[in-house]
């Protein structure tokens, strides 16, 4: 998510007070309220999805807007504005969904088909500053849009009639369904985008909703904000919770003490304040489909563009002790770029990471070969030296330690710097290429491997660390346009193996969130991809 944006958990935070999740109302009520407390670990910036992505934003909109499908407590695509989950015609070209005719935005106006093509021009635009236009790629004329080349009209989705929404693509995407799930394709009222112009989804009231609950008492900067339910929505029976109350919690201690006081009903807890917790009664591991990994810099001049040196920096990272002893937190060794728990692959009926792991994981003997022939090969007789770039969370400091003392330890002639700087200051340095190395996270947007596989191509803006490879990307444009699944599967079997070899990304550990939760709160579903849904959430 992306996201395509980074999870942040930063550091620090004054205490900040909230009612309880679970108090009751007053003697006069016949039912207790139902106030769930949330937490975000940084602020709310946007409510546009195609001006802005990322967690805070999309965790939001995933409880108040609603897209063609949502994801059901299985995790596959169900219906949501859409009254079914279509099947392509055309030979996979052509997507027609009938919208729902009862579903409503928060001002009372209909949903109309015409408020998705407004909403996927706006954010396939070239003027659009998500960072997500890229998502798109595959809809009819998408690409050139973005690229400036064709205007946003000619995007291939149209709205037949008020209830009709055609979308046509330029090749099959096996995987266009799971896609519909993402914040990023939601639609967008046509009445708030003329009424409030560059104000929309600036503050809560510059924006109109069309899910579950709309989001009041925020002001565009306030840490903390409210969702009440949509009275116009089409499944309000559905809708236990009177008020859905996010808090900004940047500190896991602070989130530890909210929950304690009964100020949070779900904290997110790091560090050694998970590490202390993991036998705690609330404790919730939440797994997701999103792997920490070494960003490599690629371009030419720097230390690591020599394939074996890369290698044999994963092979002296023993990442069980990473994850047992440094991060503590039920966090899990990643061995592949792709995450687990993503997809089955349908050909195998195996997890595709698990399928595509390589054999050696672990070994420090290889490393040392590896390394001394790749200083050979890049004519390197003096110290090198690595800059570890990542942001100012303790956690982070802590993985960084690590990963220097194993380089340092095992490998000959290689000197580590750790440089720590705050979130917006990595992105700016990664962007210009001052870096050897970088921690990061990539979430998938959605539940296939392509997801983890985009973004690496030459062409995606997200590929930061300058990964050229004639070879992937031939995998990845043939994974593109397959319409068999033996086809489709086999080159992303392929891609993930081409990876292992060339190591642009060396994987470090599968992200599992530690949560703290009420032990009365029922139905939220929680996704490995995605973000979590609390829409039909409620206190025993």
Sequence with gaps: MKYKFLLTLLASSAVLLAGCGHEQQSSTSAKPAQKLTLMQTSDLLSLDTSEHADLPTWNTLENS??????????????????????????????????????????????????????????????????????????????????????????????????????????????????????????????????????????????????????????????????????????????????????????????????????????????????????????????????????????????????????????????????TKNVLADGSLPAYTYTAKDLANDPTSNKDFATETTPKDKYNVAKAKKLWQAGLKESHLSKTVNLELLGDDQTITKNVAQFLQDSLEKHLPKVKVEIRNIPEKAVSSETSNGKFSLGQTLWLADYSDPISFMDILSSSNPQNKGKYHNQKFDKLYHAASLASEPKVYWSKLRQMQQQLNQTMPVIPLYQMVESHLVNPKLKGVLRHPVGEDDYTRAYFQ
């Design 65 to 322: 807007m609603e897209g063609l499908y949502k994801a059901n407590s299985q995790h596959e695509p169900a219906p949501a504005m859409a009254t079914k989950v279509v099947k392509p015609t055309n030979h996979g070209l052509t997507y027609t969904f009938n919208l729902r005719k009862d579903a409503k935005w928060s001002n009372g106006e209909p949903v109309s088909a015409k408020d998705f093509v407004a909403s996927w021009r706006r954010s396939v635009s070239p003027k659009s500053k998500s960072g997500y236009n890229y998502i798109f790629s595959g809809v009819k004329n998408a690409d050139d849009i973005t690229a400036g080349k064709k205007p946003v009209s000619s995007l291939g989705v149209s709205a037949l009639d008020d209830h009709t929404l055609r979308v046509q693509l330029e090749h099959p995407m096996p995987y266009f369904d799971k896609m519909m799930v993402m914040p990023a394709f939601f639609p967008e009222n046509r009445t708030a985008l003329r009424k409030f112009k560059t104000k929309y989804g600036t503050k809560s009231k510059y924006l109109y909703y069309n899910g579950a609950f709309k989001v009041t008492k925020w002001d565009g900067s306030n840490d903390s904000w409210v969702l009440k339910p949509n009275k116009y929505y089409y499944a309000k029976k559905k809708v236990h919770l009177t008020s859905l109350k996010y808090l900004v919690v940047k500190d896991a201690n602070t989130a530890h003490e909210l929950f304690e006081r009964n100020k949070l009903d779900d904290a997110t807890i790091t560090g050694v304040t998970a590490k202390e917790l993991q036998g705690d009664k609330n404790i919730v591991h939440e797994r997701k489909a999103g792997n920490y990994y070494l960003r490599v810099n690629l371009r030419g001049g720097q230390p690591l563009t020599n394939q074996k040196m890369r290698q044999a920096i994963s092979l002296v990272l023993d990442r069980k002790a990473l």
